[in-house]
Each structure stands twice: as C-alpha cells, then as structure tokens.
C-alpha cells in the first residue's frame, strides 16, 4: 500500500501544530487568529502535495474548478481547529459557542449505564468532543489511534496529562482488554476510521461519487465489542463556533459468519454515506491533505 499519509508525515501539519501550540498559549486566541492568516497563505503556497489534495478533493465536493481562495479558506479551517486545540485541552469550552445535535440517542445510553463506540473522522475537530467530555464529570472518552508522529504522545502529554491515560494506542498489546474495559465501564471509545495504515486490511466504498478505500479494522472491532456505535463530528463554523453532530449507527453493529465480507463491504458504505454527507454539509473541513482516492494496496 502506499501509505501516502504516513510517509509524509504530514510534515506541514507537525510544523503548524507546534508553532501554533506556543503562539496561542503565550499570547491568546485572537492575536493567534490574526496571525493565522499570513502562515496559512504560506501553507497554500508552498505545500505542493496538501495543494493538490486539496484541489482535487474541492473539484469534487463543490462539482466545479475551485478558486485559490477556496484552497485558502480549505487550509485556514485546518489551521483554526489548530489554533483552538491547545485552548480545548486546557480549558475546555471557555470561549467557545458550541452547539450539540442528535445528542438524544447518546443520553439514552449513558442512562441505560452502556458504553459506545463512536465513529469519527479527519472532518472537523475531534478535541471539541474531548473538551465537551471534560466539562460533564459522567462522561469519559477514550481515543483509539495510531500515534503518527513523534509529537504526538508528548503534545498530550504536555498540553494535558490525563488524556495521555484516555488514550488506547491501536495494535498495541491489550488494546482490545482496554477497549472492553472502557465499554464495561460505560465509557465512550472514539476512533476515526477513514484513514489506512500499514497492514490494514481495505474494503471499497462509493465516496463522493468515485470508488475510495476504507480500513475495515474499525468495523471488525466494533463487531466484536458488541457495543452500540454513533457517528460523531465536530465541524467547525467560522471564529471559535462549532457544532458537534451525534448519529446512531449500528446498535450493535453485527455481521453474520457466512456473509462476512459483504455485509462488512455495506457497513462501510453506510459510514462513508453519512461522511459524504457532512463533507457535503461542511466541505472546508476536510482534511485529508493527500490523494485520498489514490490509495491503494
């Protein structure tokens, strides 16, 4: 497989996210988001592949040849939730206009005392949905996730502690204890499942209209642990608003032994639907700064 992502990676990303770290946290959101601007019309300019990616993938949600202005507006949302993920994780929603929908279902099984499994992606930010978590004592997310990069554990580590401890690294040993562990305690287990990794197993699903890869690993794990599963984005909208969209999936997500891999091949159409439709909904918050459909094994 090619593993455009990882063997990238993502190098503008890893840069933007430590400068704005330090710059947000020293000297508050605004002049931050003032100064989003000249670093991100150097984003735009100069990262070659993330330009491309991001052309290609507008072409394709906005059904027309998109401007540089529609690039730009595509790298300054990244850049936004960027800016805010230092203020998510050490002060929660302080500032922010957050707006919640479909939460229903979600209540009904914090109720009930059941864990869940929440299905998410590279669409919007996902530290809205931890910030949101700190501030309800009830509520405790744990992420399972590939660490990508070597900043990674130690940006958590460092911006707050103990989301290091809410953090279930994938593959690693006892990885699925934990994930059942959590789901017992009725806990939330979050995964963004639209990006492949070295070794994973793929599956097609139709995505915006053209033929893309999806990893079935998530799909397998949320069969197994038996547990209800939702749909969860947070999509940024402009300044420090976002909404947090919550939607039933599966309860449980199940898949008969002798149509196995069709019935996996339809679970995975249905997410990469629901996704089309939040992309479709927020289209500048993608982001996947790669050839997404050009994955492949």
């Not at 590939?146 to 401890?165: C, R, V, W, Y």
């Given at each position: 497989?090619?593993?455009?992502?990882?063997?990238?990676?993502?190098?503008?990303?890893?840069?933007?996210?430590?400068?704005?770290t330090?710059?947000?946290?020293?000297?508050?959101?605004?002049?931050?988001?003032?100064?989003?601007?000249?670093?991100?019309?150097?984003?735009?300019?100069?990262?070659?592949?993330?330009?491309?990616?991001?052309?290609?993938?507008?072409?394709?949600?906005?059904?027309?040849?998109?401007?540089?202005?529609?690039?730009?507006?595509?790298?300054?949302?990244?850049?936004s939730?960027?800016?805010d993920?230092?203020?998510?994780?050490?002060?929660?929603?302080?500032?922010?206009?957050?707006?919640?929908?479909?939460?229903?279902?979600?209540?009904?099984?914090?109720q009930?005392?059941?864990g869940?499994?929440?299905?998410?992606?590279?669409?919007?930010?996902?530290?809205?949905?931890?910030?949101?978590?700190?501030?309800?004592p009830?509520?405790?997310?744990?992420?399972?996730?590939?660490?990508?990069?070597?900043?990674?554990?130690?940006?958590?580590?460092?911006?707050?502690?103990?989301?290091?401890?809410?953090?279930?690294?994938?593959?690693?040993?006892?990885?699925?204890?934990?994930?059942?562990?959590?789901l017992?305690?009725?806990?939330?287990?979050?995964?963004?499942?639209?990006?492949?990794?070295?070794?994973?197993?793929?599956?097609?699903?139709?995505?915006?209209?053209?033929?893309?890869?999806?990893?079935t690993g998530?799909?397998?794990?949320?069969?197994?642990?038996?547990?209800?599963?939702?749909?969860?984005?947070?999509?940024?909208?402009?300044?420090?608003?976002?909404?947090?969209?919550?939607?039933?999936?599966?309860?449980?997500?199940?898949?008969?032994?002798?149509?196995?891999?069709?019935?996996?091949?339809?679970w995975?159409?249905?997410?990469?639907?629901?996704?089309?439709?939040?992309?479709?909904?927020?289209?500048?918050?993608?982001?996947?700064?790669?050839?997404?459909?050009?994955?492949?094994?």
């Amino acid at each position: 497989m090619t593993d455009s992502w990882l063997l990238r990676r993502e190098r503008g990303s890893r840069t933007l996210l430590q400068f704005m770290t330090w710059l947000s946290l020293s000297c508050g959101w605004r002049l931050g988001w003032l100064l989003l601007w000249p670093i991100t019309a150097y984003f735009t300019t100069f990262s070659l592949a993330g330009r491309r990616a991001s052309r290609a993938y507008l072409a394709t949600v906005l059904h027309r040849k998109p401007s540089w202005r529609d690039r730009y507006r595509h790298y300054f949302t990244f850049s936004s939730t960027v800016l805010d993920r230092p203020f998510f994780l050490t002060g929660g929603l302080l500032g922010y206009d957050i707006k919640v929908f479909g939460m229903e279902k979600f209540l009904e099984y914090w109720q009930r005392g059941r864990g869940c499994i929440l299905f998410g992606a590279h669409l919007g930010s996902f530290e809205v949905l931890r910030a949101f978590a700190e501030c309800e004592p009830r509520l405790v997310v744990h992420a399972l996730m590939l660490d990508n990069g070597e900043h990674a554990s130690d940006f958590f580590s460092s911006m707050n502690p103990k989301i290091t401890q809410k953090v279930i690294p994938i593959g690693a040993l006892g990885a699925m204890l934990r994930v059942r562990e959590a789901l017992d305690q009725g806990a939330v287990v979050g995964i963004l499942v639209d990006r492949i990794a070295r070794g994973d197993k793929i599956t097609e699903a139709d995505f915006l209209g053209k033929p893309a890869a999806f990893p079935t690993g998530p799909f397998v794990l949320a069969g197994l642990a038996a547990a209800p599963v939702m749909l969860c984005f947070g999509l940024h909208c402009g300044g420090r608003r976002y909404e947090l969209h919550f939607e039933p999936f599966a309860d449980p997500l199940t898949m008969a032994r002798e149509q196995r891999d069709r019935e996996l091949q339809q679970w995975v159409q249905k997410f990469a639907t629901r996704l089309e439709h939040y992309c479709r909904q927020r289209p500048f918050n993608w982001f996947n700064f790669y050839d997404f459909w050009g994955q492949r094994p």
